[in-house]
Structures are given as structure tokens and as C-alpha cells.
């Protein structure tokens, strides 16, 4: 399974995080990516304010994704989607909980990622810092791949030398007050998508 790259200037990692993810759920190919990604793009640039709040970062892109899934349904993909964590409230345990559960890779069952995630899918973003700064240096949507040995794996859009591809159950954290030294990523529990691909 291949990463759908985002383009470098571009701030649209969470259409692609959501593409990426339905190579799991619904084990689409570039083209059908690609007509999803256009039809999504077009639909937003119909409200000019959104659309320039998406094309210059000012949004946290929840609301996008939302839209994007649903739009994903109105071009006939039979796809469900769950926010466990809507409110933003939930501690570490209960992030890996929900990821380990939502994306197990059983080695018995299919030779690819898309036959042994059953239909389903995760969708977060994660934020990184540097220690002693207030602002996050990157703020992105990403995929998840699998849950292995004691780390999520990305299927990730980025082609960025620094992108971060794995992140250790003990390196983030889900709340800003708790970030220090070993944990300079935060994963927003409100921005846990569980896809889930439906008949």
C-alpha cells in the first residue's frame, strides 16, 4: 500500500489523510482518490470564506473531514464514520485503546493491508512542538496504518525529510498541559475519525 503524497505547498494533509485511510476501509486505487479529492475541492470552493479559511490554515479541519465523508457518501462510497471523542476529553489510554481496536492487522488473515483491516479505518492529527515554544511547529491529519509492538504507524501523506511516520504509545500526550520533554506531540481526541467501510 502506497501513500497518496500531498503536494508541498498545500494545506489539504486532511483529504488526503481521509483518501489515504479508504486504501484500508475500501481499498480504492489513485483514480478513484483522485475523483474524490477534485469532487471534494470543488465543493468547497463553493463558500468563499471557507474556502479561504481551508486554503490558509485557519481552521482546525474537523468540520472539513466531516464534510468530505459525507460528500465521499453522496458519490455512492458506502462509508460510516464515529467521532469517539467529540468533546476533545480523553486521556492516552483511551486513545490507544480506541486505535488498537479500530486497527488490527491479523497476520493470518490476507496478504494486504486493505484484506486484513476488515473495513476499517483511523483518521487523527497530531500537533508537534518544540520544547519551550507555545505554537505547535506542524500541525497535521495523517492515517493510521497499523497499531505494532508499542507504536501507531502512519500512512502519511507527507514527503517532508522531518515527517513523522510512527508515534510511541509513550510520546504524545492528548492535552497541551501535559506536554514536557519525551512528549512534544499531542493528538486532539477530537479529531479521531473511525471509518468504517458499510455495505
Known amino acids: 500500500m502506497e501513500a497518496l503524497f500531498q ?3 498545500d494545506n489539504f494533509c486532511a483529504l488526503y489523510a481521509v483518501l489515504n485511510a479508504m486504501q484500508r ?15 471534494g475541492l470543488l465543493s468547497f470552493s463553493r463558500n468563499a470564506e471557507s474556502w479561504e479559511n481551508i486554503v490558509c490554515n485557519r481552521t482546525d479541519y ?3 473531514v466531516q464534510s468530505f465523508i459525507n460528500l465521499i457518501r453522496s458519490e455512492g462510497t458506502s462509508i460510516h ?19 488498537k ?21 483511523v483518521v487523527l492529527q497530531f500537533k508537534r512542538f518544540l520544547p519551550f515554544r507555545g505554537a505547535p ?20 501523506s507527507s514527503l517532508e525529510k522531518n515527517a513523522t511516520y510512527a ?18 506531540f499531542m ?3 477530537a479529531t479521531i475519525f473511525l471509518l468504517e467501510a458499510r455495505d
Open 7 to 9: 503536494g508541498k505547498l
Open 25 to 39: 476501509t475500501h481499498g480504492i486505487n489513485h483514480w478513484e482518490a483522485r475523483k474524490l479529492f477534485h469532487a
Open 62 to 64: 474537523i468540520a472539513e
Open 81 to 99: 464514520y464515529t467521532q469517539p471523542f467529540p468533546d476533545g476529553k480523553a486521556s492516552i489510554a483511551d486513545v490507544l485503546k480506541v486505535v
Open 101 to 121: 481496536a479500530w486497527s488490527p492487522v491479523e497476520q493470518g488473515k490476507g496478504t494486504s493491508l486493505y484484506e486484513k483491516a476488515g473495513g476499517k479505518g
Open 137 to 156: 511547529l506542524i500541525t497535521h491529519w495523517t492515517a493510521v496504518k497499523e497499531f505494532v509492538g508499542s507504536e501507531i504507524r502512519f500512512i502519511d
Open 167 to 184: 508515534l510511541p504509545q509513550n510520546g504524545f500526550c492528548t492535552r497541551e498541559d501535559e506536554l514536557k520533554q519525551s512528549q512534544l
Open 187 to 189: 493528538v486532539n481526541p
